[in-house]
C-alpha cells in the first residue's frame, strides 16, 4: 500500500526552526537557571530575553515571505503520525507582543528581583517561571495539534500559579490553590473533550481535524466541554472567581504577566478552536451567546470595579471586563454561509487582545510603583501621587486612554473593525455594548486619575530611591499600545481596506469624546468620591438633579456586587460551569 | 454488553463522582482527590478509545496510549502542585479553607480534610 502524498501544509517550509528555537530558547533558560542557581538566574533571564525579541522579529520578517503558515513537522513526521508546529499571522503577533511585553516587564522587575535582596527565593522563582510562561506561550501560539495544546495549557497554569503566591502570605496562597483548582476543572473537561473527538476521528491535528469534521452528537459535546474549559482558565464571566484575588495579590510585575499574556493563553485556543477546528459547527446561537456572555462581564467587571477601594483590584476587575470584550469578535465573523470566518471581526479581536495585553501590563506596572512609593493603593488616598510620581501616573493615563479605544491606538483600530463587522452583518446591538464598554472603561480611569491628579492630604516627603526605570518601562509599554494603530498589520492580519484610515481627523476626535465625557458622566454617577461633588457650592444646583440619580445608580451597583460575590462562590462558579457547557451542546445541537 | 461498553461506563460514572466532589466538597484536599478521580475517568475513556480502535483492525491504537502517559504524568504534577500549596497554605494560616471574604485566621477551621 502507498503511503498517501502529503498535504501542502505537511512539509516543514523554510524557517521552520525558527518555530523550534521560540520555544527551546526559553525552556533552554528555565533549565540554566535550575544549573547555575540564583546567583546568575537574573542574568541568565536578561541573557535569553533579546534572544526571544529577536526570534519573535525573525519570524515576523519570515511570515510575509512563505506562501502560508510556516510549519515545521517534529521529526519530519507528517501528521497524523507526528506532530507539527505552525505559525500564522496571528501565532506571529502573538508571538511579537509576548516579547515585547516579557522585555518591559523584565526592565521593571530587574530592580525588584535582584538576586542580592535579602530573600533569594523569591526572585529566583519569578524568573524560572517568567521564561517558563514565555516557553508554554510560544508553544500554545504554535502548537498544531490540540494535545499539545493542552500540554502547553497546563504548563502555562503551573507557571502562573506560583506567581500568583510569590510573596507566600496567606491570602495569596489561598488565591493560588483556588486559581489552580479551578483551572484543573477546565482542563480536564478540554482533555475530555480532546478524548472524545479522538475517539470519533483518530487524529487530533487541527489541519486534518478540520477537514473530517462533521456535524454529529460527539462533536458538539466535545465542542461544549472543550470551550467551557477554557472558559474557565479565561476568567470570562461568570466562571471568574479567582481572577480578582490572584490578579490583585501577585507582585506587580507578576500582574502584569498574568494580566496582560497568561489569559490570552486559553483564549488563543478557543479562537483556534473555534475558527480553525470547527468554523462551521458552533452556528448562530452559540457565537451570540459566547458574545452575551462577553457583554455580561464588560457590566459587571466594569461596575464592580468602579466600586473598589484598593487601586489593584480595581485593574484586576477592569481585566475582567476587558476579557469580555474579546469575545465579542465571535458573533461578528459569523458569515451568511454559516461558518465563523477569519475576516476582518478576527483580525479585530486579536488587536484588542494585543493592545489589552500592552495596556493593562503597563497599568499593572505603573500601580505597582505607585504602590511601592505610598505603601498602599486605596484610591481614595491617592491625592497628590501625581505630584510624586508623574511618570507613573502618565503612564497609567496613557494606558488608560489606550484600552477606552482612542486613536491610534490598537484597541482603536479593533473598535472600527468590529463596528464595521457590527455594521455588515446588522448586529447593532453589539455595536451598543461594544460603545458602552469604551464608556465604562472611560469611567475607572477617569475616576482613578481625578483622585491621583487632586492635591495631597497631608504633605508627602520627595523619596529619591524610586527606580526611574521601572516608571519608564511601565510608560514604554503604555505608548507602545498607544502607538499600536499605525503598526502595518495587513501582512499578518486580513484588515479590510480603507478601516480607520482618519486616525486624527475630527470623525476621530468625535469618537474620543465619548468614551471620555460618558466616562466622567458614568465615574460621577457611580464611583467612590470621599467628598461628593455636591459638598462644592457651584455644584449645589446641578446636585440637585444628579443626587437622585446617583443614589439611584449606587443602589444599583450595589446589587450588581452582590450578585458578583454570589457567583464568586465555589458551588456557583462550579454550577455555572456545567449549565454553561450544556446551553453551549445545546445551543450548538439546535443550530442543526 | 461489550467490555468497551462497560469500561465506557466506568469512565462516564468516574468522571460524575469526581465532578460531584470538586463541586460539593468544601474541604481542599477533598477536591483534589476528587480531581484526580475525574482525571481517572478521562484516561480510562482514552483506553477505551484505543480498544475501539483496535477494533478497526488496527491491533491497539498506540497514541491513546501516549496521550494517556502524558495525561498521567500532568495530573501528577498539578496534584503535587496542589498538595504543596495546601500544605504551605496550612503551615501560614492554620486553616485550609477557599470560601471568599475574610482572609484565613488560625485554627477557624479542623486542618486537612
Known amino acids: 500500500m502507498l503511503p498517501p502524498a502529503p498535504a501542502l501544509d505537511a512539509i516543514t517550509t523554510t524557517g521552520g526552526f525558527l518555530l523550534v528555537l521560540s520555544i527551546v530558547v526559553p525552556v533552554a533558560g528555565v533549565l540554566l537557571g535550575f544549573v547555575l542557581g540564583d546567583r546568575y538566574v537574573r542574568l541568565v533571564a536578561c541573557a535569553i530575553i533579546p534572544l526571544g525579541l529577536a526570534i519573535a522579529v525573525a519570524i515576523l520578517v519570515v511570515l510575509p515571505g512563505s506562501k502560508g503558515p510556516i510549519v515545521y513537522l517534529l521529526g519530519t513526521w507528517?501528521?497524523?503520525?507526528?506532530?507539527?508546529?505552525?505559525?500564522?499571522?496571528?501565532?506571529a503577533v502573538m508571538?511579537?507582543?509576548?516579547?515585547?511585553?516579557?522585555?518591559?516587564?523584565?526592565?521593571?522587575?530587574?530592580?525588584?528581583?535582584?538576586?542580592?535582596?535579602?530573600?533569594?527565593?523569591?526572585?529566583?522563582?519569578?524568573?524560572?517561571?517568567?521564561?517558563?510562561?514565555?516557553?508554554?506561550?510560544?508553544?500554545?501560539?504554535?502548537?498544531?495539534?490540540?494535545?499539545?495544546?493542552?500540554?502547553?495549557?497546563?504548563?502555562?497554569?503551573?507557571?502562573?500559579?506560583?506567581?500568583?503566591?510569590?510573596?507566600?502570605?496567606?491570602?495569596?496562597?489561598?488565591?493560588?490553590?483556588?486559581?489552580?483548582?479551578?483551572?484543573?476543572l477546565g482542563s480536564v473537561l478540554y482533555l475530555l473533550g480532546t478524548a472524545l473527538l479522538y475517539g470519533r476521528y483518530g487524529t487530533l491535528?487541527?489541519?486534518?481535524?478540520?477537514?473530517r469534521i462533521g456535524t454529529e452528537p460527539t462533536v458538539f459535546v466535545a465542542a461544549a466541554l472543550m470551550t467551557t474549559g477554557l472558559l474557565a482558565k479565561t476568567a470570562l464571566f461568570p466562571l471568574h472567581l479567582w481572577l480578582p484575588p490572584a490578579h490583585a495579590g501577585a507582585p506587580a510585575a507578576a500582574s502584569a504577566i498574568l494580566s496582560g499574556l497568561v489569559v490570552k493563553g486559553s483564549f488563543f485556543i478557543i479562537v483556534r478552536l473555534w475558527f480553525n477546528v470547527m468554523p462551521g459547527l458552533p452556528g448562530f446561537a452559540a457565537t451570540q451567546l459566547l458574545a452575551a456572555l462577553g457583554g455580561a462581564a464588560i457590566v459587571f467587571g466594569s461596575v464592580v470595579a468602579l466600586r473598589q477601594e484598593r487601586l489593584k483590584l480595581l485593574i484586576a476587575y477592569s481585566t475582567l471586563a476587558q476579557i469580555g470584550y474579546l469575545f465579542l469578535m465571535f458573533p461578528l465573523a459569523f458569515g451568511?454561509?454559516?461558518?465563523?470566518?477569519?475576516?476582518?471581526?478576527?483580525?479585530?479581536?486579536?488587536?484588542?487582545?494585543?493592545?489589552?495585553?500592552?495596556?493593562?501590563?503597563?497599568?499593572?506596572?505603573?500601580?505597582?510603583?505607585?504602590?511601592?512609593?505610598?505603601?498602599?493603593?486605596?484610591?481614595?488616598?491617592?491625592?497628590?501621587?501625581?505630584?510624586?510620581?508623574?511618570?507613573?501616573?502618565?503612564?497609567?493615563?496613557?494606558?488608560?486612554?489606550?484600552?477606552?479605544?482612542?486613536?491610534?491606538?490598537?484597541?482603536?483600530?479593533?473598535?472600527?473593525?468590529?463596528?464595521?463587522?457590527?455594521?455588515?452583518?446588522?448586529?447593532?446591538?453589539?455595536?451598543?455594548?461594544?460603545?458602552?464598554?469604551?464608556?465604562?472603561?472611560?469611567?475607572?480611569?477617569?475616576?482613578?486619575?481625578?483622585?491621583?491628579?487632586?492635591?495631597?492630604?497631608?504633605?508627602?516627603?520627595?523619596?529619591?530611591?524610586?527606580?526611574?526605570?521601572?516608571?519608564?518601562?511601565?510608560?514604554?509599554?503604555?505608548?507602545?499600545?498607544?502607538?499600536?494603530?499605525?503598526?502595518?498589520?495587513?501582512?499578518?492580519?486580513?484588515?479590510?481596506?480603507?478601516?480607520?484610515?482618519?486616525?486624527?481627523?475630527?470623525?476621530?476626535?468625535?469618537?474620543?469624546?465619548?468614551?471620555?465625557?460618558?466616562?466622567?458622566?458614568?465615574?460621577?454617577?457611580?464611583?467612590?468620591?470621599?467628598?461628593?461633588?455636591?459638598?462644592?457650592?457651584?455644584?449645589?444646583?446641578?446636585?440637585?438633579?444628579?443626587?437622585?440619580?446617583?443614589r439611584a445608580g449606587l443602589a444599583l451597583s450595589a446589587i450588581v456586587e452582590g450578585c458578583d460575590n454570589v457567583l464568586r462562590q465555589w458551588p456557583t462558579a462550579c454550577i455555572s460551569l456545567l449549565t454553561l457547557a450544556a446551553l453551549f451542546g445545546a445551543s450548538m445541537l439546535l443550530s442543526f | 454488553m461489550s467490555g468497551v461498553t462497560v469500561f465506557g461506563v466506568c469512565a462516564a460514572v468516574a468522571v460524575g463522582l469526581g465532578l460531584y466532589g470538586l463541586i460539593t466538597n468544601p474541604q481542599p484536599l477533598r477536591k483534589i482527590i476528587a480531581f484526580n478521580l475525574l482525571g481517572s475517568g478521562v484516561f480510562l475513556l482514552f483506553g477505551v478509545v484505543g480498544r475501539r480502535g483496535a477494533a478497526a483492525g488496527v491491533g491497539n491504537d498506540p497514541v491513546p496510549q501516549a496521550l494517556v502517559i502524558t495525561g498521567v504524568v500532568v495530573a501528577f504534577s498539578a496534584t503535587a502542585l496542589a498538595i504543596a500549596l495546601l500544605l504551605r497554605l496550612f503551615q501560614k494560616a492554620g486553616s485550609t479553607t477557599l470560601s471568599n471574604g475574610a482572609p484565613p485566621s488560625a485554627g477557624s477551621d479542623p486542618p486537612g480534610g
Open chain 1, 78 to 91: 507528517p501528521p497524523p503520525l507526528g506532530v507539527a508546529l505552525r505559525a500564522d499571522g496571528l501565532s
Open chain 1, 95 to 184: 508571538i511579537a507582543v509576548t516579547a515585547v511585553v516579557i522585555c518591559a516587564v523584565t526592565a521593571f522587575a530587574a530592580a525588584d528581583f535582584s538576586p542580592s535582596a535579602t530573600e533569594t527565593r523569591a526572585p529566583f522563582a519569578f524568573w524560572i517561571l517568567l521564561l517558563a510562561i514565555w516557553g508554554a506561550l510560544n508553544t500554545i501560539f504554535l502548537g498544531g495539534d490540540l494535545f499539545t495544546l493542552y500540554v502547553a495549557l497546563e504548563l502555562l497554569t503551573f507557571a502562573a500559579v506560583p506567581l500568583v503566591s510569590l510573596e507566600g502570605r496567606a491570602e495569596t496562597l489561598q488565591a493560588a490553590l483556588r486559581y489552580l483548582l479551578f483551572a484543573l
Open chain 1, 205 to 211: 491535528d487541527i489541519v486534518l481535524l478540520s477537514r
Open chain 1, 336 to 550: 451568511a454561509s454559516g461558518r465563523l470566518e477569519s475576516g476582518g471581526a478576527l483580525a479585530g479581536g486579536l488587536l484588542q487582545a494585543v493592545s489589552h495585553a500592552t495596556a493593562k501590563a503597563a497599568m499593572f506596572m505603573a500601580a505597582g510603583s505607585i504602590y511601592a512609593r505610598l505603601g498602599q493603593d486605596r484610591i481614595m488616598a491617592l491625592g497628590g501621587v501625581g505630584r510624586i510620581l508623574p511618570i507613573s501616573v502618565l503612564a497609567f493615563a496613557l494606558s488608560g486612554l489606550a484600552l477606552m479605544g482612542l486613536p491610534p491606538g490598537g484597541a482603536y483600530l479593533a473598535k472600527e473593525l468590529l463596528l464595521q463587522a457590527a455594521a455588515e452583518k446588522g448586529q447593532w446591538w453589539w455595536a451598543v455594548v461594544l460603545q458602552a464598554g469604551g464608556i465604562f472603561t472611560g469611567a475607572y480611569v477617569v475616576l482613578v486619575l481625578a483622585h491621583a491628579l487632586a492635591p495631597a492630604n497631608e504633605p508627602t516627603t520627595p523619596d529619591s530611591a524610586a527606580p526611574r526605570i521601572q516608571e519608564l518601562a511601565a510608560l514604554a509599554l503604555a505608548l507602545c499600545s498607544l502607538l499600536l494603530g499605525l503598526v502595518p498589520w495587513e501582512a499578518y492580519l486580513s484588515i479590510p481596506h480603507g478601516v480607520a484610515s482618519d486616525k486624527f481627523g475630527l470623525g476621530a476626535l468625535s469618537k474620543t469624546l465619548l468614551p471620555i465625557l460618558g466616562g466622567a458622566v458614568v465615574a460621577i454617577l457611580l464611583g467612590r468620591w470621599e467628598h461628593p461633588p455636591g459638598r462644592l457650592s457651584r455644584w449645589k444646583a446641578l446636585m440637585v438633579v444628579v443626587g437622585p440619580v446617583r
